[in-house]
């Protein structure tokens, strides 16, 4: 594969993480940085390119462009992408599949684009090997991008595969509206978490704010536990320096001297939670305990609490206004001296916490605008 050892690739995060993954990306040693919009363009050489992959805690995927040509026809897509010179790429034995993002009036079917591109490529293989590589939707060898913009076509390789929220230490995924862990951690980031005081998550659900936070705080590289990447099937990976990236990180954890405490009124959560935890390697430095908010007991400070209580529409609750108020209440009355963060999508719930807002961060949590708050307990 003519991939060169330095290159330019492409990062895709949450809307409103743009800043945290290009922070994150500049210290890593990459260069040449552009924010977009979801994504982050940059230049890396091979080990700054690897350490993205398994430390980045923002980066949803990263993608190596590849090609960037323009056609006026699902016909001459076809054409083009017949004559692409897909051994560099791809090898007839090996798995593949093909995404396709379409904003365009003559290329209007993502699923049409993805099978014209897909029959380029079998149709080149068979036509110069007698041999082809086959579709594969679950963890393919191989994964293609297809960005169509008007007339204009760009072909990725997909470095991740299945999307870097999957960290590998989920080993519960029964509970409902987890928070993706790279928003997770990217709020942490934003809030200035680095793991010098005790943190709490009162609302803690499926654990992930204490997981993540866990990680910062022990500087657990963000893809410890996945064992899946993409690019490790390209032609050019060298499994010894991603080796020594994976030794590197884990030489460059920490202890982390104070606790992180979950709690939750639901006691399925909480099995979740530990189920989750222990995933992560953190139980240990946790305490988790089935309580209501309303029945908090006065927590020492100083400390550092960040919550991300129900919206109302994904997780049932009788009355959300009411529950907003009680939490507005336990920061008042329990949290006295902490740096207290909420994370929401229900902007109008957020209104009964009746306390005063230092900092309010837009974020959007998929389509769903959300606001990340801090309110100083002082
Ligand atoms: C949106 S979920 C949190 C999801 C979590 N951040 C995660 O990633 O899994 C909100 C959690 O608040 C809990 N909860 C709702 N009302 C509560 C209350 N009054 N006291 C304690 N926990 C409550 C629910 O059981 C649920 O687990």
Not at 186 to 204: R, Y
Not at 343 to 369: H, M, Q
Request: aromatic share 12%; net charge positive; charged share 30%.
């Amino acid at each position: 594969m003519p991939l060169a050892t330095s290159g330019e690739y492409l990062a895709k995060t949450f809307q409103g993480l743009e800043d945290t993954l290009a922070e994150e990306l500049e210290q890593l040693g990459a260069t040449n940085i552009k924010v977009r919009k979801r994504a982050v363009l940059f230049e890396a050489d091979r080990e700054t390119f690897y350490k993205a992959n398994y430390l980045s805690r923002v980066a949803l995927r990263f993608l190596r462009p590849v090609l960037n040509f323009r056609a006026s026809s699902y016909e001459e897509l076809y054409r083009k992408m017949y004559d692409v010179n897909w051994p560099d790429f791809l090898h007839y034995d090996q798995t593949f599949a093909i995404s396709s993002v379409v904003n365009s009036r003559i290329f209007d079917h993502s699923r049409y684009t993805t099978l014209k591109t897909k029959d380029a490529i079998v149709d080149h293989f068979r036509e110069r090997f007698r041999k082809r590589p086959f579709i594969e939707t679950y963890q393919p060898d191989i994964r293609f991008h297809v960005h169509i913009n008007d007339r204009n076509i760009r072909l990725y390789l997909d470095a991740s595969g299945e999307s870097l929220h999957k960290r590998g230490y989920r080993k519960d995924d029964t509970f409902p509206a987890p928070l993706s862990e790279c928003l997770a951690a990217g709020m942490l980031l934003k809030a200035g978490w680095d793991g010098s005081k005790d943190f709490v998550d009162p609302m803690c659900g499926s654990g992930t704010l204490l997981i993540e936070a866990g990680m910062i705080a022990r500087n657990i590289a963000a893809q410890r536990y996945r064992a899946y990447f993409s690019f490790h099937n390209w032609s050019d990976f060298q499994p010894k320096l991603w080796k020594k990236v994976k030794e590197d990180a884990i030489q460059n954890e920490r202890l982390f001297e104070h606790v992180i405490k979950g709690f939750d009124y639901d006691q399925k959560a909480l099995n979740a939670a530990t189920t989750n935890l222990r995933g992560a390697g953190l139980r240990g430095y946790t305490e988790l305990t089935l309580l209501d908010i309303v029945d908090m007991k006065p927590q020492k400070a100083p400390g550092f609490l960040m919550v991300n209580p129900p919206y109302g529409d994904n997780i049932k609750v009788d009355d959300i206004d009411l529950l907003y108020k009680q939490l507005g209440d336990m920061l008042k009355q329990k949290f006295n001296q902490w740096d207290a963060w909420v994370f929401t999508a229900n902007l109008d719930a957020l209104k009964n916490i009746g306390l005063k807002t230092s900092k309010r961060i837009p974020l959007f949590n998929g389509p769903k605008e959300s606001r990340l708050c801090l309110y100083e307990m002082y």
